[in-house]
């Protein structure tokens, strides 16, 4: 079994920045499909990020412009670097790896943007 870990959520207030990191003990991070998602309360889990094994990078479009997705192959880690945070942006954060049919989940980061 894979395991993601999440750390890097916290406390902000709009227009501040996070970045979350995704490590695994396995080495699968350097080469599936990478993606981070996030649910709020009260409303279904959505991608939000995703970086394929070749590095191409997709947005949905309420981040576009805000948040970057990126892979530290040496590290074995994926980030989320989230800037100019609005409200709308609190949820619990998700790591997600895609690979030979199967996904993996993480157990989620809190991001809460309050004034």
């Known amino acids: 079994q894979v395991q993601l870990v999440e750390s890097g959520g916290g406390l902000v207030q709009p227009g501040e920045s996070l970045r979350l990191s995704c490590t695994s003990p396995d080495r699968i991070l350097t080469f599936a499909d990478m993606g981070w998602f996030r649910q709020a309360p009260g409303k279904q889990r959505e991608s939000v990020a995703v970086i394929t094994s070749t590095n191409i990078t997709d947005y949905t479009e309420s981040v576009k412009g805000r948040f970057t997705i990126s892979r530290d192959t040496a590290k074995n880690t994926v980030y989320l670097q989230m800037r100019v945070l609005k409200l709308e942006d609190t949820a619990v954060y998700y790591c997600?790896?895609?690979?030979?049919?199967?996904?993996?989940w993480g157990q989620g980061t809190q991001v809460t943007v309050s004034s």
């Open positions: 997600n790896a895609a690979w030979d049919y199967a996904e993996y």
